[in-house]
């Protein structure tokens, strides 16, 4: 049963590709709490995936934009204002990508144009995002943006290869763009750090079967699933956490925290 935390409360939802996707569940899940959304990805992503479904499960407009294009972000902002009538409340950052990942290229053999590639998309697109709202001053104050990020960020997980730098980069862009958008007009930007999540971009990963299984075995409560990050970023955008900013959040029931588990000692110990 819906709360209603977003009633009244409109946003942007970028990266839903297909109902795997984190933010394909985001959507839902603001929806049934009373939000307006706009969906958003790059055209070729639109045309891959089955986001036409989700909008009408949504009700809600879907803009074609490339997060890297500083044009299309400003096109997309002022069709936003101009389709909900006024400034929006939240926007979910919800892309990354990898060439070297997908080419499987090692991490001692990066292709360099991919590495620039990849950051883009994955990273510096988020400061364009918030660049430009800020610039047009688009989100109300007391206003929330998440960006998805992962705990590799911190930690060395060596088949994540170069997207560790990109979602290190995408949580020191939340400190410092929040810190300049908290001053002006409130507005708090954070990122989650979800647990392994068997998502597109997630599956491309090499031995992702294998970690999923290892992080569940170490978490105590266990991975958290995708429609769980979906309820946290509803409370990240509703009016009960105005007060939270600048954070990486960790969404991973309990990893982050845990050295070992009794599950993987008898894992080993059975193996001896």
Not at 94 to 119: A, C, H, P, W
Not at 210 to 224: Q, W
Request: proline fraction near 2%; glycine fraction near 6%; charge should be positive.
């Amino acid at each position: 049963m819906s709360h209603n935390l977003l009633k009244g409360k409109k946003g942007i939802i970028f990266g839903a590709l297909d109902s795997s996707s984190i933010a394909w569940k985001v959507a839902l899940k603001c929806v049934e709490h009373g939000a307006e959304i706009i969906l958003t990805n790059a055209p070729i992503a639109l045309r891959m995936g089955s986001i036409s479904e989700l909008s009408k499960l949504c009700n809600a407009k879907v803009v074609p934009a490339d997060a890297t294009s500083v044009s299309d972000l400003e096109k997309l902002f002022k069709i936003a204002k101009k389709e909900f009538n006024g400034k929006i409340d939240f926007i979910l950052h919800s892309i990354g990508m990898s060439l070297n990942v997908r080419k499987k290229r090692e991490y001692t053999d990066l292709n360099y144009d991919f590495l620039m590639k990849g950051l883009d998309v994955s990273a510096v697109s988020f400061h364009k995002m918030l660049q430009i709202a800020y610039k047009l001053n688009i989100i109300n104050d007391y206003g929330s943006v998440i960006a998805l990020s992962y705990i590799a960020a911190q930690r060395t997980f060596p088949d994540y290869n170069d997207m560790a730098e990109n979602k290190s980069y995408l949580e020191s862009i939340a400190r410092s763009f929040g810190y300049h958008y908290g001053k002006r007009n409130k507005v708090r930007v954070n990122t989650i750090s979800q647990s392994p999540t068997f998502t597109t971009a997630g599956k491309g990963v090499v031995g992702f079967d294998a970690f999923f299984e290892y992080a569940n075995k170490i978490s105590p409560m266990g991975n958290a699933s995708s429609d769980d990050c979906a309820k946290y970023c509803v409370s990240l955008f509703s009016d009960y956490t105005r007060m939270v900013t600048m954070q990486n959040l960790f969404h991973d029931g309990g990893f982050s925290k845990t050295g070992v588990s009794q599950d993987v000692i008898d894992m080993f110990k059975s193996s001896i």
